[in-house]
């Protein structure tokens, strides 16, 4: 029976074996017909509309650009969410909002891209007249609130673990809570904080729909969030849903570009893990 | 030894929810003196003492009836900041607790919580000559506290209640996590420290209490089980002839 | 006199400024907490309030069609079922068997870490990433255009079973790691091999917990659009599929499809859509808390 057993463990090992034979190998077809320098230093990608380009700069541009807004809102708030459930809130408190943040965090990403198309767009236009209906804001900010739940309880974890002795200490020193939640808790916990925003923001590289549905499908050094941008997990759906054929040289521009974005959220990851690893204090 | 009382305590009882821990305890303690607090695990020593610094504030469904009085003001009364409190009566705790900092920025912690103006590096040194622990930290005062061995932590995390010059330091179980060695080097401080600081030490290590103290309270629990303080005196007069039985027999060791 | 007599030298505690900037901080913190439960709250009612005009019996019987008051999501509908049903087949026994694995016989060495690592880098993998995995080793052969499995459910699950593996092999092994050593120990004294001690105590005791991480992992499945995208390629279709070989679409596909046009009507087709969709998802993890309840107590006793 071990043997069996054995068997299904190894299926995610193949699992991964098949990812990364998969994006290389059909990588590889792009590969041969065009440089690498090009696809990674290029700054149009136009790989369907003549005259063609392959520079994918532009996909990794719309995705940062959408990742660093969601950041900007999820980041502080999760974090400040995470310090009052940790250090202020009483235990029936807690007992409603942990609940009410694990829904937010179950919530499919296709409700999310509705509710950036057609509440959110429409409410920041009344605010910025220059807002087009894709844009890079709405759907930024809307990943925020999404990616609250995930920082908020991973850098909780992390500020459960530290000891309450090391708390004691400070307040028996005189300290008030949001000194001793400010200068011993979160210093003491801060790399687990810190793997949070990064498995956190990880996340929000690899979000496909929301961004497909509420950015758009422009693909644009971008810098202005108020225009439409196209991320790299836009692009891919694009094509899917497009007719190019399998094999052709645009079929095989999704793997390039899944290539990319593999590796980009593989480094965050191991980043965060390595972070824990190496950072975590031995109590 | 001033003759000048320190704390007058009256009437305190400690709640934990329903459940009563510690019983109507009258107590003074003098000033500049080293009172011991003695008796069976789960008595209610280091509940007591926690009191004494507004400690139990911070568990949730405790609460304190009574008056404690630290230089003639109840520090329970409404109009009185805990904090305040907190930094003028100190606490060392069972087990070494420093801040995974720095040596020097565990002691500069609370005196810049609590607003230090003057040369930092100086109260720094001061506060570790104090606990005997400078000649062994001085060329190495930014390593990580945790570099420190078990004895060391806790002449440090003594400094860090030092620093910031509070006029009693209270210590539940200061030296049980410790070392015979380090646990008499704790010892000999305590005796340091005396001349300038009130101290105030729960420990359940009897030839400790008489070694330390000058005066000893022997607390019990009673059927309910409730602490309750049973006596309080001279160390000497309550190990060597002590005037409850009870304490007697918990003395010699009829029962622990 | 509200203080105690002057502390020391050049300590100069500062109180009140303290304790204004304490309660600035918890206001802001507060604040900041109620960011989340306010925009879930919006959410869901905005979601209501465009939705519920569209939610008739209709609506869950009707074919998509051009003409919003006479589409509905029967296709997408029974397509989620049929490729829910299929993915747990497929991924429950893999992952608990994987999960057994990793608890009960693997030795600790470097090969086990490895597959722990995996098994925590592939939850973190993005999952339009599991998407073309799919699409290329499943509806098609790797590397050529010929058709393997098409762009058919069998693909499709296959696909997001590999995709919820993670979830279900880190959900069983905590259920079996739960069931206390003493159970095991008191098989192993009957004279039991490991088999049956996992087989007759290990399983049915970690049940309760394999259950509720199956009913999360398919909480996850069932909001995937992005690799059923990859895989089945359609967002529009007006029939269902009647066995495992055929194409097919699902719920937040063609949520996806309607909030894409841009008449207001479709938007309202699609805020239904996205009630069925969530009321759905309530019930699988009403169910699964009700499960941990019903079980925990149960082994309180």
């Known amino acids: ?109 296709v409700v999310y891209g509705y509710f950036a198309l057609t509440f959110v767009t429409p409410l920041l236009q009344n605010i910025f007249n220059d807002l087009l209906v894709f844009n890079a804001l709405s759907a930024g900010i809307v990943m925020g609130v999404m990616i609250i739940p995930m920082v908020s309880s991973l850098s909780e974890d992390a500020m459960i673990s530290v000891p309450r002795n090391l708390r004691e200490a400070a307040y028996a020193l005189g300290a008030t809570r949001y000194e001793v939640s400010l200068r011993v808790v979160v210093p003491a916990a801060l790399s687990g904080i810190i793997a949070a925003f990064i498995i956190a923001i990880s996340r929000a590289i690899g979000e496909t729909m929301l961004v497909t549905i509420a950015a758009g499908a422009t693909p644009r050094m971008a810098l202005n969030p108020l225009e439409g941008v196209q991320t790299m997990t836009a692009y891919i759906v694009q094509l899917s849903l497009g007719e190019a054929p399998v094999g052709s040289l645009e079929y095989n521009t999704i793997f390039a570009v899944g290539l990319v974005l593999f590796c980009m959220t593989l480094l965050m990851n191991l980043l965060g893990f390595w972070i824990v690893r190496r950072f975590r204090e031995a109590y | 030894m001033g003759n000048s009382t320190v704390f007058n305590i009256r009437g305190l009882n400690v709640y934990y929810g329903d459940f009563l821990a510690v019983k109507d305890v009258d107590m003074d303690i003098k000033k500049e003196s080293v009172t011991a607090l003695i008796g069976p695990s789960g008595c209610g020593k280091s509940t007591y003492l926690r009191c004494l610094n507004r400690m139990n504030d911070l568990i949730i469904g405790a609460s304190v009836k009574g008056q404690v009085s630290f230089e003639n003001r109840n520090i329970y009364d409404s109009n009185v900041d805990a904090t305040e409190v907190r930094s003028r009566i100190g606490m060392v705790f069972q087990k070494p607790n420093p801040f995974p900092k720095s040596i020097y920025r565990n002691i500069a912690f609370g005196l810049k919580v609590n607003g230090f103006t003057g040369d930092m590096d100086e109260a720094v040194e001061k506060s570790l000559k104090q606990a005997a622990l400078w000649d062994e930290v001085k060329d190495r005062l930014n390593d990580s506290a945790f570099t420190l061995s078990g004895g060391q932590q806790q002449r440090l995390c003594i400094a860090r209640a030092l620093a910031i010059q509070p006029e009693v330091i209270l210590m539940d179980e200061p030296a049980s996590a410790l070392d015979p060695i380090a646990t008499l080097a704790i010892e000999d401080l305590v005796r340091e420290l005396k001349a300038n600081y009130t101290i105030v030490i729960v420990t359940h290590n009897m030839q400790q209490a008489a ?29 060597t002839n002590p005037t409850n039985q009870r304490t007697e027999e918990y003395i010699t060791g009829r029962f622990s | 006199m509200n203080e105690y007599k002057p502390v020391a030298n050049s300590i100069n505690p500062n109180r009140k400024r303290r304790k204004i900037i304490g309660a600035s901080v918890y206001c802001i913190f507060l604040i900041s907490t109620l960011v989340g439960i306010v925009g879930l709250g919006v959410l869901i009612f905005d979601v209501l309030d465009k939705g519920i005009p569209w939610l008739n019996w209709q609506f869950l019987t009707d074919y998509p069609s051009r003409k919003p008051e006479e589409a509905g999501l029967y296709s997408a509908l029974i397509g989620t079922i049929w490729l829910m049903f299929m993915t747990a087949l497929l991924t429950v026994p893999i992952g608990v068997g994987a999960a057994i694995y990793l608890e009960e016989y693997a030795p600790r060495n470097l090969l086990t870490k490895a597959i722990e690592i995996n098994v925590s880098n592939l939850a973190g993998v993005p999952s339009i990433v599991y998407g073309l995995l ?62 049956q001690v996992i087989k007759g105590v290990v399983l049915p005791s970690a049940l309760p917990g394999i259950l509720t991480g199956t009913i999360l992992a398919m909480s996850r499945a069932i909001g995937e659009a992005a690799p059923v995208i990859a895989i089945s390629a359609l967002v529009y279709m007006t029939f269902i599929p009647a066995h495992p070989m055929e194409r097919f679409t699902v719920l937040p596909i063609q949520i996806y499809n309607w909030v894409a046009r841009p008449q207001e009507e479709f938007r309202g087709l699609a805020a239904a859509g996205i009630i069925v969709l969530l009321a759905i998802l309530l019930t699988m993890n009403a169910i699964a808390v009700v499960l941990r309840n019903k079980y925990q107590t149960r082994s309180e006793e």
């Open chain 3, 134 to 195: 799919g699409m290329a080793l499943f509806v098609y052969y790797l590397g050529s255009s010929e058709q393997f499995l098409g762009r058919t459910l069998l693909a499709g699950a296959l696909t997001l079973a590999l995709l919820v593996l993670p979830i279900v092999i880190m959900a069983s092994r905590e259920a079996i790691r739960a069931v206390p050593d003493s159970y095991r120990q008191g098989a192993y004294a009957m004279g039991a091999d490991k088999w």
């Open chain 1, 1 to 109: 029976m071990k043997w069996l057993f054995m068997a299904c463990a190894s299926v995610s090992i193949l699992t991964t074996i098949g990812i990364l034979v998969t994006l290389l190998y059909q990588g590889y077809g792009f590969f041969n017909e065009v440089s690498p320098w090009e696809f990674l230093t290029g700054t149009r990608w136009t790989p369907i509309l003549k005259p063609r380009s392959y520079g994918v700069l532009p996909l990794v541009s719309g995705t940062l650009l959408v990742t660093v807004i969601a950041a900007m809102v999820a980041l502080p708030v999760g974090l400040m969410t995470a310090i009052f459930l940790s250090e202020y809130a009483a235990d029936n408190v807690r007992r409603i909002i942990k609940p009410i943040l694990e829904i937010l965090a179950g919530i499919p990403t």
């Open chain 2, 211 to 239: 070694r330390v103290s000058d005066e000893t309270a022997f607390f019990m629990v009673d059927e309910d089980r409730s602490g309750y303080l049973v006596e309080h005196d001279d160390t000497q007069k309550i190990f």
